[in-house]
């Protein structure tokens, strides 16, 4: 895969809990990327956040969330990425859960593919 230059970065804010029946959401999100075969998508996991309905979701010890602040990103070309908005948009649907979805411009400097075939 090449990608240079000018791309898009798709930035998704949910919850560790948001769920579709027992699949995470940000699992599907990720599975599906990979199935459209988008250059790739990385999950991050927050410490601390809220969201539009202003609970603190904190990982501290004595107030321990399994609820912590969840973001996926995922980088390609603009096409590829619109192309994927509405399978995300689709999956909040199903999980009839909130989230942000936010799109911004990405310089991709050099991408490094490995050797190595692995799943």
Avoid: Q, W
């Amino acid at each position: 895969m090449k990608i240079e230059g000018e791309a898009k970065l798709l930035r998704i804010f949910l919850g560790e809990n948001d769920k579709i029946g027992h699949i995470n959401v940000y699992e599907k999100i990720v599975i599906e990327a990979r199935k459209k075969e988008l250059a790739g998508a990385t999950v991050y996991k927050g410490i601390m956040g809220f969201g539009s309905n202003s609970i603190i979701h904190t990982a501290k010890v004595l107030r321990l969330s399994e609820d912590l602040p969840l973001v996926v990103e995922i980088v390609d070309e603009e096409k590829r990425i619109e192309d994927f908005l509405p399978v995300v948009e689709e999956i909040f649907k199903e999980a009839k859960c909130g989230g942000l979805i936010t799109v911004e411009k990405a310089d991709i400097i050099k991408l490094i593919t490995s050797k190595k075939n692995s799943n």
